[in-house]
């Protein structure tokens, strides 16, 4: 289930032109740059009921700010449209 998740979002972002790194675990980071949009979308997603960290330097490189998505099997392939909806939103607004 997992799996299908992981594919299920993966999928999503591409079609809506996100810029996702390397990984196929659940752990799903998408690279955003600059570290003051990095938090303001995290803000954002978390107004919406979403909590997606904000990465930043130190813990990151300059400029590879990202928000860490983690998935589990808990969640439905429901929440998985809900939060490309919600990425959708927050990042083209």
Do not use: W
Request: charged share 20%; aromatic share 2%.
């Amino acid at each position: 289930h997992l799996h299908v998740l992981i594919k299920q979002f993966r999928d999503g972002a591409v079609q809506l032109g996100l810029n996702l790194m390397p990984s196929h675990s659940a752990i799903q980071p998408l690279l955003i740059g600059d570290t003051e949009l990095a938090v303001s979308l995290s803000e954002k997603l978390q107004q919406q009921g979403l909590l997606i960290s904000a990465i930043r330097p130190p813990t990151v490189p300059d400029g590879t700010a990202r928000l860490r998505i983690t998935l589990s099997a808990a969640h439905s392939t429901e929440h998985v449209d809900r939060l490309l909806d919600a990425l959708d939103k927050a990042i083209h607004s």
